[in-house]
């Protein structure tokens, strides 16, 4: 859960173009590495400039030794620039930030629907479930086949694609639906876009024990701009992202927006 975090200049080791506009860069950074755990988030800056002005945040992929690694879908300018990073170039983390997924409670049996850029926390989710004990389905949908990203850390994945080219045509919340026929988890875990959460909280969100991961957009990261809130749902009250997640259990939170 949220605890000490570090600004750290961390090290470039590799960048990988993983799927369609998709990436995985490794950083030395042994310090944010050696506490991270499954669903926490950096912030990045570049070092000497201001361009782009705002830190992004990225969930944390996966960790090894004193390195982590981040997955990001190059959109816009932050994800550009950290895809064009040279080895031994540096970036500036902060981090670990944020609550994690509360699988380290107990050995349960977990399904984590991923979409999207959310597919960033299945190998650090995979990791610690084993770590832990937890028995772990994974359901990961992209519009496309060549958008998924083909992890060797998890074996247990059930993919879905909006055109059919993989797995299950049509939409994760479709897949888990089919997949709910046969089979209950004690917990489901979220991370994607919007729209996917929001949908997972109105289709099982008083059914199952239900956390998702919002990607509200954020600046500092640290609960110190007010700039990630996220409505309470028994209130006109707001949780900041950043400080009070950005997990929630789906029955804690209010999407304002549509999907
Ligand atoms: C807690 C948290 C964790 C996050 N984890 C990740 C992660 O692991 N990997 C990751 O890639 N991103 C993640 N994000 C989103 C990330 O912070 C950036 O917003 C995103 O990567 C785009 O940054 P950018 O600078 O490249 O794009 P910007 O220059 O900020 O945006 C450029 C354009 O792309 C659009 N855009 C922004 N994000 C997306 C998107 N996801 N898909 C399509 N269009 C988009 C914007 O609306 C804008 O029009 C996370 C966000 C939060 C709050
Ligand atoms: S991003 Fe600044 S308060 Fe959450």
């Given amino acids: 859960m949220a605890g000490k975090s570090f600004l750290e200049t961390a090290v470039t080791v590799n960048t990988r173009k993983v799927a369609e506009q998709t990436f995985i860069s490794t950083f030395r950074s042994p310090r944010i ?49 950290i895809s064009e990073l040279m080895p031994g170039a540096e970036l500036i983390l902060n981090g670990p930030l944020g609550n994690g997924f509360p699988e380290r409670e107990s050995g349960r049996k977990i399904w984590v629907a991923v979409g999207g850029s959310g597919a960033a926390i299945l190998p650090i989710l995979s990791r610690s479930a084993k770590r832990v004990g937890s028995e772990v389905r994974f359901f990961y949908g992209a519009r496309t086949m060549s958008q998924l990203v083909p992890f060797k850390e998890a074996t ?88 009070d997640g950005p997990v929630f259990r789906s029955t804690e939170i209010e999407f304002e927006v549509k999907p």
């Avoid at 990225?58 to 690694?69: G, I, N």
């Avoid at 639906?177 to 729209?195: A, S, V, Y």
């Fill in 33 to 81: 590495s050696a506490l991270v755990e499954a669903g926490q988030f950096v912030m990045a800056s570049f070092p000497g400039t201001i361009d782009p002005l705002l830190p992004r945040a990225f969930s944390v992929c996966d960790v090894e030794d004193d390195t982590l690694s981040l997955l990001y879908v190059a959109v816009g300018r932050g994800t550009r620039k």
């Fill in 156 to 243: 247990n994945i059930a993919h879905a694609t909006d055109d059919g080219s993989a797995g299950f045509h049509g939409n994760v919340v479709g897949l888990l639906k089919q997949e709910l026929r046969r089979d209950t988890p004690e917990m489901l875990f979220g991370c994607g876009p919007t729209p996917m959460l929001v949908s997972m909280q109105k289709e099982f969100g008083t059914k199952i024990p239900t956390y998702l991961s919002v990607e509200t957009p954020m600046a500092c990261g640290m609960g110190l701009c007010q700039g990630c809130p996220i409505k309470k749902s028994d209130s006109v009250d707001y949780y900041l992202a950043c400080k």
